[in-house]
C-alpha cells in the first residue's frame, strides 16, 4: 500500500467518525483523488481533514463539510444537480459521481477554467459548467432534483428556490456572519419550503454580480 492509499483510508475513517455514514458518498471521495484539486504547495495536506485555499479567495471544502453536505443533500443516480460555486471542482467531481448529470456555476473565470481541466482529466463527462453569477442560477436547465450551494448566503436566495422541483432538495450555508452561519436543507413541497437547520459552518460569502477582470489571479 501506498503512503497515499494510507493516507486516503485513514481520510475516509475519519469521515466515518464524524458522521459521513452513507457508503455512496463515503466511495465517491474515496475514487476521487484530492490531490488534483489543491495547490501543489499544499501536495502533503491534500488528504488532511482541512480547507485549503485555492486562489481568488477562495478554499476547498474541508473533506468532512464535503461529505456531510453532499450525504445531506440525498442525491440519487438519476437526478439532475445544480451547484452554486465550481471552486476547484472537487465537490463537483463528488456530485458527478453520485448523480446522473451535473450543471455547476463558478464567478471565477480562472478557477472554472482550471476546475474544467481537472474534471476533463478524470473523465467526468456528466457536468456542465460556466461562468456566472450563482445566486440567478440556471433558469434555463431548472427545475432541478438537487441544487448545493458552496458558499454561505445572508438570506434564503429566492431565485435558487424556484428552480428546485417539486420534492427537490437545496443544501446551503445560511447566516449573516461566519460565527453565525448553519448549514440548512430546504425541500421544496407541493405547498411550499420546509427548512432543517443542520450543523453550524464557516464559508466564504455567497456574492451576487461578477468579478472585475483584472488578468490571472494565481
Not at 147 to 171: D, R
Request: proline residues 6%.
Amino acid at each position: 500500500m501506498s503512503a497515499e492509499d494510507a493516507r486516503k483510508i485513514r481520510l475516509i475513517m475519519e469521515l466515518r467518525r464524524n458522521g459521513v455514514a452513507d457508503t455512496r458518498v463515503l466511495s465517491a471521495i474515496e475514487r476521487v483523488p484530492r490531490e488534483l484539486f489543491v495547490p501543489r504547495t499544499f501536495d502533503d495536506q491534500a488528504y488532511d481533514n482541512t480547507a485549503l485555499p485555492i486562489g481568488c479567495g477562495q478554499t476547498i471544502s474541508q473533506p468532512t463539510v464535503v461529505g456531510m453536505m453532499s450525504q445531506a443533500l440525498n442525491p440519487g443516480d438519476r437526478m439532475k444537480v445544480l451547484e452554486i460555486g465550481t471552486g476547484s471542482g472537487y465537490q463537483t467531481a463528488i456530485l458527478a459521481q453520485l448523480c446522473r448529470r451535473v450543471y455547476t456555476i463558478e464567478r471565477h473565470r480562472d478557477l472554472l477554467r482550471d476546475a474544467e481541466q481537472r474534471l476533463l482529466a478524470l473523465g467526468c463527462s456528466n457536468v456542465t459548467a460556466k461562468v456566472g453569477d450563482g445566486t440567478k442560477g440556471w433558469p434555463e436547465q431548472a427545475p432541478f432534483d438537487r441544487i448545493l450551494v458552496t458558499a454561505a448566503a445572508t438570506e434564503m436566495p429566492e431565485a435558487l428556490m424556484q428552480q428546485l422541483a417539486v420534492g427537490g432538495i437545496m443544501v446551503l450555508p445560511l447566516g449573516p456572519r461566519p460565527e453565525n452561519q448553519h448549514v440548512v436543507r430546504v425541500t421544496r413541497t407541493e405547498d411550499g419550503f420546509q427548512t432543517e437547520t443542520l450543523w453550524a459552518v464557516r464559508f466564504v460569502p455567497l456574492i451576487s454580480g461578477m468579478p472585475e477582470e483584472t488578468g490571472k489571479t494565481r
